[in-house]
Each structure stands twice: as structure tokens, then as C-alpha cells.
């Protein structure tokens, strides 16, 4: 049936009813913007960044051109020298050797707050408890481990005689902050050395701001090799709730005094640098090794609140990861291949000194999905300061990006309710991956930018505005459809029209019967469900030995699928008369024909043969229709296997695929609409394909095609007994004489 259009003025009604609703979610999804404001914990937001790491990661070239090295303190290291904690000789031993092989800086990520429990006064307390005065007064005469150790922070390492055999390195150790719950710890433990870091910017609002504080051991701070500040750095961190590390306080506040993280403290120190600056920006902070106007000083950004971005770079093979990842026990191999190998992989690096492999109490995730240490955060803190590699995130981008989301939502309100339905459905996937792709180049290019979020939110008003136009469009399509359909039932001629339109369709019809001698035996069925109906079945002669067959269904009932049902038959018999035998041939040209005139848009499905009578070869195809069945004396009813395009009127210059399948003498072949198998009884239930297979396999042996028809109708009529008929029937029936 023709469908009526909608009015203008119903089409702008719907068009403001939709526009309404896109502003709403509009409203809806800024809020939501605004309410969650520029949080890196908010999951779309944070799982998009990650998985840009995952398709640009940071380069981060061959370990022999890194300036950093981790000195890791491992199980293997363990296995050899003991359990954690060590006694300050054996991390004196460890630090005289790797000053040995010449690093540009040791950074320890180890606490040294507390006197060594494992020192020679230390174990005189123990034994004096226990009564062995003369072993407790023996060991009070040797040095203190602390004091040794300070030493070979302080001095190096000399031989008896006083003269150097290992210079000492510059050294980075670790201040730990102490949250203070309570008043009673404020100000605990701030008295230690002035970091290297300049007066802050008035006003400076860091992230972490602490008012108590573990430092190292006054005897360790208290000369620090040539340069005029303390050489602490603090190594507080505070993982996000999945323990994702994508950024972290490169400055920090404690005690009031502003310290630089552990790695990028030890790049001040190898850049020999007496002062940090940290200086105030339009997009957040910069921190400056160096004299800050000195062309060649090293410098990195900060959010406002000292908060570094790490652009992550993979750990890389395991041979790549055994070269950053130095084990401590293999730096006193005496191999001279060993040697050398150290010597070119510690000298004028910073050289991170961790303790690893203590549980989970140091595992971290990378947004590369990697298990990390947190040394490794400080160790790419390096890279990134040295290689000038950085990820930035302007506090503005957040407003950049809450009035990227508004503009594309009003263009959407704007325009997807006068563009055409597949237009709109395939543009909002389009803005999505496109808005998705500019993230990505603004990423490779150092910014984190997050256009996930308005892509995620131009894509709920957008489906919004789209789902209701959709809606409103239909709606008033059906409003126009029933308006059209009353119009036509309250003209008194039309029963007239429609009767005569019967006569006509079935005058139109061939015979229901077609018998040739012994080759073929075709009987057909049809009834429709109202006067005139959409099925029409069609058979005739291309040639002396082709028999061309047809059983169709037009979509929608009525006069016009009867009209539509009539140009269809008359195109498809025309075209198999013009064509002859070759079924995808007719297929082709009979869909690309009917395409072209259906101006009411609808629809037919069809199966289509043709038939050698000579040889029994049958060639089949379906334009969306239901596969027949095949069956005979001693043999199953089956369907044939499914060869079907799409439904004939929709697309023009379709392909058809072709089945065949050779009929032999007592072969059967039963082509039905879907008014035989969806015929339903007063309960609703459907005849169904079991019930047809049942009906043709218990047929009587011996019938001829028109008694296997009446059979067939017959077992449909019991089964609906009463029911109002609600679709056309249509049957035909193939046999091949035996």
C-alpha cells in the first residue's frame, strides 16, 4: 500500500518536539561535564588516554642511549647477599662499587631515617642486655656502620694508607613526607637541608603539601660534593584508584619547603646544576635546571600543581629490560667482559638505586598495561627531561573541550532533523571517529587533549535527536497511512474497484494446471486473504524443452499490492520470454526492471526456476523467499539449499546466486508462500514447516500434482478450522512422472 506523506506543518511540530529533547540531554550531558570537571578518574576519559599509549608509545630508543639505569636490589640479588633489610656495610659496598664504573649520579629510592639496627653499637645494646659485657665492649670500639657509610657518600672510598681509590659520586637521597592526621606529628623531623629549589611563585598551590617528614640521617646530608644545596628529592606518591600510574607530583611542598621528585632531582645533579626555578606559566608551571634565562638549562612543564604527565614508553624485550634493569649482585662480577659491560652501562648515567621484587608493595600498571616498579615512573621522568618528550595538558583544554561537546550538540539539534535518516546514522559515527582521530594527533604531538568525552556525549544527544526524529517521522507516516486508508473505505464504489481488480488478477493468472506428456506434471493453488491479494504464481514454455516457473509474495495486501503483484508477474514473465533459459539472466534483468518502476517502494519476494523437461536439471533462485521442498516415493521431504539475493524491488542491479539439482522420475517439488506456513488457528499458533513436511510426507502414493495440492490445503484448512484466513495462499506442485 502506498504510504501518504506527512504534512510541513507536522514535519515541523516533530522537528521541535526533537530539538526540544536534544537540548535536554544537551543540558543533561554538560552537566554531567561540569560535575566531574577535568578528573583523570573519570573512566572514559583515562581509558582513552591509555589507549593512545597503546598506539603511540613513547620511543624509547636503545638502553645504551638512555641517561638513566636502574641498580636494582632483586630476589637474585637477595639470593646471593642476604635478605632485605641489608646492614649499611653491604649498601656502602654496593655504592663503592657502582661509583666505581663513574655514574653521573646515584639516586637512592631507599629511606635512610634510621639509625642501622644491624651496627656494631647497635648489636653492643643487644649483647650488654644479655650479660656479654666483653663481646658488647669489643664491638662498641669499631666504627659505626652509619658513619662508614656516610663516608663513602661523603669521601669515596681510600686505602690505608689515605690515598683515593674510589671518588665519590653525587648522591640524591629520599625525603619521605608524612601525612600529619593529627597535630601532634606537624612539624616532626623538618629541620633538614634547604633543597636545591629556588622561592617558589607566590601562592603556589601544589598538589602535595605535607607538614611532617622522614629525612635521611643528618650524618648523610651534611656535604654535598661541590654543590652548595642539599641534594633531596622527594619520592611521596599516592596511586590512583586502579594503580595506573599516568601521572605523578614531580614538585612537592614538605615542611615548607619545595622538593623536586626523585628523578628529576637526579637530573638537576647531572646537569650539575646548582638551583631549580620553578616559575609560573599561562598553562601551568616550568621548572628550570639552571638559570632560567641560560639558553642550554634544561627545563620540563607541570600542571599548576606540580603534577607531571608521563608519556610511557614500553620496558621492551627482556634483553632491553636486563639492560635497564641492572641486578646489583653482577656489578662485582671480576669477568673482565662483565666489567667492561658496566662500566659502559653505568658511566655518566643517573643511576636509580631501588630495592624490587618485595611482594606487591611496589607494583604499579602503566597505560601500556605493563607491570611496573615505581622506580620505573622516575626512571622515564628522566628520559622524558632529558629527551624534551613531554605530555601537556593546559588547564584550558578542559574548556576547549566542554565547548567542543556544546557547538557539536547544537550542530546536531541542528541539523540531523531535516538530513535524510541514513545520512544522520552514518554522520554521527563519522563526527565520533573523527573527533576520536584529532585526540590522536594532538596527542602524538605532546597534548592530552580528551576528545573521548565529547564524542561520548555528541553521541548521546545525537542518538537521542535521531531515535525521536525517527520516531515522529513514522508516526506521522502511519498517521497519514490510516488517514488514506479511511479516505478510500468511505468511497461506496470501492468494493466495486475491488472485485473487478479480482477478476482481473486472477483472469491474469495462467492455468492452474500444465501437464506435458510424461516430462512434468504442475498444478497451483492460490486464495487470497482479502479480494485481491499480493500472490501470484506464473509458468510458461521459454522454449521446446524450458519450462520457466514462478511463486511470489508482494509485500503489504490490498489493491496496491495487487497492482504492484501484476507489474511485477507481467515483468518477470516478459523478461524470462525475452532472456530464455539462463536463470540469473532473468533474475537480474526482472528485479532491475521491477526496481525502476516501483514508485509505491515496496517489495516481492519470489522463487524462480526453470526446468529442462528433457534432462530433469533444475536451476532455482529466491529473491527472498522460502527454499521448496524436494521429495518423493521413499524420500523425506527436504529443503533444497538456500540460494537467495535480497528481495526483488529494492536494489537495482543485483546479483542473484543460482542453485541447482537434477529431478528425477517420481521427484516432487513443492513451492508455498508464507501464507502456508504462517496460516494460524483460533489459538494463534502457526502451521510451520513441520506441519507441511508432515503434510506432503504422509501424502497417498500414487497422487498426481493437483491431488497433492488438495492435500496440502486440506491438511491447512483442518489445522485453522474456523480462524479468520490471515494471509494469501499460494501453492504450486512439481512432478516428474515416473
Known amino acids: ?14 522537528f521541535k518536539t526533537s530539538r526540544i529533547v536534544g537540548l535536554s540531554l544537551l543540558g543533561l550531558v554538560l552537566a554531567i561535564q561540569v560535575v566531574l570537571g577535568d578528573s583523570e578518574d573519570v573512566p572514559w576519559r583515562h581509558d582513552w588516554w591509555d589507549r593512545l599509549h597503546n598506539i603511540s608509545p613513547r620511543d624509547r630508543g636503545d638502553p645504551a642511549d ?32 657502582i661509583s666505581a664504573f663513574e655514574p653521573a649520579v646515584i639516586a637512592f629510592d631507599i629511606i635512610f631515617s634510621k639509625a642501622d639496627d644491624r651496627s656494631p653499637k647497635a648489636i653492643a645494646r643487644d649483647y650488654r642486655a644479655f650479660g656479654r659485657i666483653e663481646a658488647a665492649e669489643a664491638l662498641e670500639q669499631l666504627r659505626d656502620s652509619d658513619e662508614d657509610f656516610a663516608a663513602i657518600l661523603r669521601e669515596g672510598a681510600r686505602d690505608e694508607n689515605g690515598n683515593m681509590l674510589v671518588r665519590a659520586s653525587p648522591v640524591v637521597l629520599p625525603v619521605l613526607g608524612i601525612p600529619d592526621f593529627t597535630d601532634e606529628v606537624k612539624g616532626q623531623g623538618c629541620d633538614f637541608p634547604q633543597p636545591a ?76 646544576a646548582h638551583l631549580a626555578t620553578v616559575r609560573t606559566t ?60 658496566n662500566f659502559d652501562a653505568l658511566r655518566d648515567k643517573v643511576v636509580l638505586l631501588a630495592v624490587i621484587d618485595l611482594g606487591f608493595i611496589d607494583e604499579r600498571k602503566s597505560p601500556l598495561g605493563e607491570t611496573i616498579w615505581g622506580i620505573e615512573a622516575h626512571a622515564q621522568t628522566v628520559e622524558q627531561i632529558v629527551s624534551q618528550n613531554f605530555l601537556r595538558r593546559p588547564w584550558f583544554l578542559f574548556h576547549v573541550e566542554t565547548i567542543i561537546l556544546g557547538l557539536l550538540s547544537i550542530l546536531v539539534i541542528l541539523a540531523v532533523p531535516r538530513a535524510p535518516p541514513a545520512r544522520s546514522l552514518l554522520l554521527l559515527p563519522l563526527g565520533t571517529v573523527g573527533l576520536l ?11 592530552l587533549i580528551d576528545l573521548a568525552s565529547p564524542a561520548l556525549g555528541v553521541t548521546i544527544v545525537g542518538g537521542g535527536v535521531i531515535g ?20 478510500r473505505a468511505d468511497r461506496s464504489f470501492l468494493q466495486g474497484e475491488l472485485d473487478a481488480a479480482a477478476r482481473i488478477q486472477m483472469e491474469l493468472l495462467p492455468p492452474k494446471r500444465f501437464q506435458r506428456a510424461e516430462q512434468v506434471d504442475l498444478a497451483c493453488f492460490i486464495d487470497p486473504a482479502r479480494t485481491v491479494g499480493g500472490d501470484f504464481y506464473d509458468h510458461c514454455l521459454v522454449d521446446e524443452r524450458h519450462l520457466f516457473f514462478l511463486v511470489a509474495d508482494v509485500s503489504g495486501k490490498g489493491a496496491d499490492a495487487s497492482q504492484f503483484m501484476l507489474l511485477s508477474k507481467t515483468l518477470w514473465k516478459s523478461t ?24 509505491a517502494t515496496m517489495f516481492v519476494t519470489a522463487l524462480c526456476g526453470v526446468l529442462d523437461l528433457e534432462t530433469g536439471r533444475l536451476l532455482y533462485s529466491s529473491a527472498g523467499h522460502d527454499s521448496p521442498y524436494l521429495f518423493g516415493e521413499g524420500k523425506t521431504p527436504k529443503q533444497l539449499d538456500d540460494f537467495s539475493g535480497p528481495p526483488a524491488g529494492l536494489v537495482e542491479g543485483m546479483d542473484y546466486p543460482v542453485g541447482e539439482v537434477t529431478l528425477q522420475p517420481g521427484d516432487r517439488l513443492c513451492v508455498f508462500t508464507d501464507g502456508v506456513t504462517e496460516a494460524m488457528d483460533t489459538e494463534g ?54
Not at 1 to 14: D, K, Q, W, Y
Not at 240 to 267: H, M, N, W, Y
Not at 576 to 599: F, H, K, M, V
Request: glycine content about 6%; overall charge negative.
Open 282 to 341: 599561562f598553562s601551568g608551571l616550568r621548572v628550570f635546571l639552571g638559570p632560567p634565562d641560560a639558553p642550554d638549562t634544561l627545563s620540563f612543564p607541570t600542571e599548576h600543581d606540580g603534577t607531571f604527565w608521563l608519556h610511557f614508553g614500553g620496558l621492551g624485550t627482556p634483553e632491553e629490560v636486563s639492560r635497564r634493569y641492572i641486578e646489583a649482585h653482577s656489578l662485582f662480577d671480576p669477568d673482565p667482559a662483565a666489567v667492561q659491560r
Open 685 to 738: 499458533t502457526l502451521f510451520g514447516l513441520e506441519r507441511l513436511e508432515a503434510a506432503l510426507g504422509t501424502a497417498q502414493p500414487g497422487l498426481d500434482s493437483a491431488g497433492l495440492v488438495d492435500h496440502v490445503v486440506d491438511r491447512v484448512r483442518r489445522f485453522t478450522k474456523s480462524a479468520e484466513q490471515s494471509d494469501d495462499l499460494t501453492l504450486m506442485v512439481i512432478s516428474i512422472p515416473e
Open 197 to 272: 629549589v629556588g622561592a617558589p611563585p607566590e601562592g603556589l598551590a601544589l598538589s602535595t603539601k605535607i607538614n611532617a617528614a622522614d629525612p635521611p640521617l643528618e650524618q648523610f646530608t651534611q656535604r654535598r660534593f661541590g654543590l652548595q644545596e642539599a641534594a633531596l628529592a622527594a619520592i611521596n606518591f599516592t596511586p590512583p584508584r586502579d594503580f595506573i600510574v599516568r601521572r605523578f607530583d614531580v614538585a612537592q611542598q614538605i615542611c615548607d619547603k619545595t622538593l623536586l621528585s626523585l628523578g628529576a632531582e637526579a637530573t638537576r645533579v647531572r646537569e650539575e
Open 66 to 97: 638512555s641517561p638513566v639505569v636502574i641498580v636494582a636490589i632483586d630476589g637474585n640479588t637477595m639470593d646471593v647477599n642476604g635478605q632485605w633489610p641489608w646492614p649499611r656495610e653491604k649498601l656502602a659496598l654496593l655504592v663503592h662499587q
Open 468 to 487: 525521536l526524529t525517527l520516531i515522529e517521522r513514522d508516526r506521522e507516516r502511519l498517521k497519514s497511512q490510516i488517514a488514506l486508508e479511511s479516505e
Open 1 to 14: 500500500m502506498r504510504i501518504g506523506l506527512p504534512s510541513r506543518e507536522r514535519i515541523a511540530e516533530a
Open 576 to 599: 524470462a520470454l525475452r532472456l530464455g533459459p539462463p536463470l540469473d539472466r532473468i533474475q537480474l534483468q526482472a528485479n532491475s526492471e521491477i526496481t525502476r518502476e516501483n514508485t
Open 437 to 447: 582521530f584529532l585526540s590522536w594527533v594532538a596527542f602524538t604531538s605532546g597534548l
